[in-house]
């Protein structure tokens, strides 16, 4: 009698464990930290622009509690973001911010245990970021010092392959067309730009430190690029940038001369809107969320996933447009550049040669380049004749949102593998006044008229969008859309 | 009677086994409650306990002073060792005296990080016979660790045991040996503290039972409370006050420290 009932008490033990087994596995985890590089340069920016080093503390925090709440508050409305936590945020925090960096443990710790690795790797990455600040801002090391320093930082980050992100540059397929992509910018769109923006300022603030000649040029270039990141929240999200900051456009002189950490520091930005994506995207399950975040570290970390080359990546960077990140970070117009582009609009770019070749989301809006800082009018995108200019005057909010793509499938980020991608309707948009001043301008500039007549597609679309207008202004542009040697014919 | 209080208020200066890490959410043990969390030292990461000085007072009036300088190493991933020199200074009818109160060796080792499974850690020391109030001969111990995190508080939960021959009371280092920490034949308790994240302010309040080595005592009741604060990136700051609630004693203690963490120099070569 007690022999059976030990054997079957043993049984269901060892179902059990059989049970629990796969489940304690996936939730094993040891990922552990490593101390900072030790060096002289140790806290240097801290020491020297406090002013600016305490918003890096204050991003901590907005960081943190973003990830917080989409885990530990799904159904929460979206006011919650949008309107509480930004509020709180912008009004006080980054008002007042921290007096030491944060730890994130304390901020979102539900989120920690969801995903300790990721949240390690975000760690590790914002150490880099850190200490690359304490070397530019150390007067006491030459050039040359400065970039064995940062080679140095960057060695010591790689020591940590089960936490460094690649070095290799990822397409923004990895970031922008999963199943779960877009939900956070859709949703979030204000929240979204405030985070575009920490990540403007956290690459941007390299530029001054760069191109600075001396200590006052340094302080002057960081006072200025504290200040543009303020004049960014005056009216969110409209202020904020539409895209992605990507760091050779914000920082062209850093991404040249490190161009290692700035693809690091892409990538790092990259993964913060998937894990934001995977957060907010209720088609992800929360017990799959967890493996979703897993998965896209290890794809950002490898140098295989996503790859794309470095002259590719620099061209993507170019052809999302420095003004739709919210300008150059140093040497800009006193006004914000004018987006190009519907907020959080996807472009797809090919990894070859990272030219872009459509909008998947949201519009490019009228092409007027009117106060747009930094612009390469050498660069002009291929525009899909589809979704190009639009009509739309200024700052405009996107389009209905694109249906959620969650039905397709992992392995599947062709464009004809998404059905549920949103390609506006090919029809001649009506072009403001406004508009058909700028383009006329535009067309006037002979590089720019030069790019346009050789792109026959968008050269089709322009025409097409001129039935609606006046016929001086159909002549006038018909002429500068018109090749001269057809002219003469 | 006074004697054996003079010796018990020992416990709370050499209160020895400290695991440090580098920043205010990190507890260490000591610092200033005795119950930790499970997590080590980073790897690389080293941190000195600069002054940590504790004041008790035991009941009759008996006040000690206690220092112990210690460093930490994060020696490996998930893996720190630790040495400490309690430095004890006690109040008495004949005049004060100053000594050592052993040499404090110990190792932790974190084996996960928190998930759905709370984060354990198993930690090893050995308290061994040095100076003055030190113990007769070396104690080594073992302890337990878990942290379990909730929304709003952390729960950690401590378990040690002590190997070596039991102790009576009876001559002086003997009896001031048995009343360390070290020298419990066992310590169990809990802690749960809450951050204010903005501030990197911690508070804490523990509870933990003891039995002391010396098999003449009876389990004994400690409370503590206590507060961590990150000063500067490199310097975080504890206080804590707390008694024993049973015992002999029933000693009041007061304590308040910083650490100082820094890193070991590195080269890609």
Redesign the interface.
């Given at each position: 009698m007690i022999g059976r009932r030990f054997l079957s008490r043993t049984a269901v033990l060892a179902l059990a464990i059989t049970l629990a087994a796969p489940?304690?596995k996936a939730?094993?985890?040891?990922?552990?930290?490593?101390?900072?590089?030790?060096?002289p340069h140790n806290?240097t920016f801290?020491d020297t622009y406090q002013h600016a080093d305490r918003l890096f503390n204050a991003f901590d925090?907005g960081h943190a509690i973003l990830y917080e709440t989409l885990w530990?508050r799904p159904d929460a409305p979206a006011s919650m973001l949008e309107e509480r936590i930004y509020d709180r945020l912008t009004k006080h925090?980054l008002v007042k911010p921290?007096?030491?960096?944060?730890?994130e443990?304390?901020?979102e710790?539900?989120y920690?245990?969801?995903a300790?690795e990721a949240k390690a790797m975000f760690d590790w990455s914002h150490i880099l970021h850190r200490q690359i600040y304490d070397v530019l801002a150390d007067e006491r090391l030459s050039d040359a010092e400065k970039d064995r320093a940062v080679q140095?930082l960057i060695?010591?980050y790689k020591t940590r392959r089960d936490l460094a992100f690649s070095s290799k540059p990822k397409s923004m397929e990895l970031m922008q067309e999963q199943p779960y992509s877009l939900a956070f910018r859709q949703k979030f769109p204000k929240f979204n730009g405030l985070i575009w923006g920490y990540h403007w300022f956290q690459v941007g603030l390299y530029e001054p430190l760069l191109v600075g000649r001396t200590g006052v040029e340094r302080q002057a270039g960081v006072r200025a690029t504290v200040a543009r990141f303020w004049q960014m929240l005056q009216d969110p999200p409209h202020t904020l940038p539409y895209q992605m900051p990507m760091t050779a456009a914000i920082a062209p002189e850093f991404a040249k001369r490190y161009p290692e950490a700035a693809i690091i520091f892409d990538n790092l930005h990259s993964m913060h809107d998937v894990v934001s994506d995977i957060l907010a995207n209720p088609s992800v399950p929360r017990d799959r969320k967890?493996a979703e975040i897993v998965l896209a570290g290890a794809r950002f970390r490898d140098d295989t996933s996503y790859v794309m080359s470095v002259p590719a990546w620099l061209t993507m960077s170019k052809e999302m447009g420095v003004e739709n990140m919210g300008g150059p970070s140093v040497n800009f117009t006193r006004e914000l550049p004018t987006p190009t582009v519907t907020i959080g609009a996807v472009m797809h770019h090919d990894r070859g040669t990272g030219k872009m070749t459509g909008v998947l989301v949201g519009q490019m809006l009228n092409m007027s380049h009117d106060g747009m800082a930094g612009m390469d009018h050498t660069a002009a995108p291929a525009v899909q004749p589809a979704v190009a200019a639009t009509g739309h005057e200024g700052h405009v909010m996107p389009s209905p949102a694109a249906p959620a793509r969650e039905t397709v499938d992992h392995a599947a980020h062709g464009m004809a593998a998404m059905p549920g991608m949103a390609v506006p309707a090919a029809k001649a948009p009506v072009p403001s006044p406004t508009s058909v001043v700028a383009l006329r301008l535009m067309l006037q500039d002979p590089v720019i008229r030069r790019r346009v007549l050789a792109d026959s597609a968008l050269r089709r679309m322009l025409m097409q969008s001129l039935d609606s207008l006046s016929a001086a202004d159909r002549a006038q542009l018909q002429r500068l859309l018109t090749p001269p040697r057809s002219r003469r014919q | 009677m006074m004697h054996k209080l003079i010796l018990a208020s020992l416990l709370t200066v050499a209160a020895a086994p400290l695991h440090a890490q580098t920043d205010y959410y990190n507890t260490d043990a000591g610092r200033p409650v005795l119950i930790e969390d499970a997590y080590a030292l980073e790897r690389r990461g080293l941190e000195l306990q600069v002054a940590p000085v504790r004041l008790s007072r035991a009941r009759g009036g008996a006040y000690t002073w206690g220092v112990e300088p210690s460093l930490a190493y994060g020696l490996a991933p998930r893996t720190q060792i630790e040495i400490g020199v309690p430095v004890a200074y006690v109040d008495g009818r004949n005049g004060g005296a100053t000594g050592i109160s052993g040499v404090d060796l110990s190792m932790h080792y974190n084996l996960n990080v928190e998930t759905r499974i709370p984060a354990f850690a198993i930690a090893a020391g050995v308290l061994l016979p040095a100076g003055r109030f030190g113990p007769p001969r070396a104690y080594p111990s073992i302890k337990g660790i878990m942290t379990r995190t909730f929304p709003d508080v952390r729960l950690h939960v401590n378990a040690q045991y002590t190997f070596g021959d039991a102790l009576t009371s009876g001559s002086a280092p003997v009896g001031a040996a048995s009343q360390s920490l070290e020298l419990s034949r066992w310590i169990a308790g809990a802690a749960l503290d809450h951050a204010i994240a903005l501030r990197s302010l911690l508070l804490t309040a523990e509870v933990y039972a003891r039995k002391p080595l010396d098999v003449t005592e009876q389990v004994e009741w400690n409370s503590g409370v206590g507060v961590r604060y990150q000063l500067a990136p490199r310097w975080a700051m504890d206080a804590g006050v707390g008694r024993a609630i049973n015992g002999p004693s029933q000693a009041w203690y007061l304590t308040a420290g910083g650490a100082y963490a820094f890193g070991l120099p590195w080269s890609a070569r």
């Open positions: 489940l304690a939730q094993w985890v040891t990922t552990y930290e490593t101390f900072y590089l030790q060096a806290w801290r925090y530990t925090i921290p007096h030491v960096p944060l730890d443990n304390a901020i710790p539900m920690a245990q969801l300790p140095q060695s010591y967890r | -």
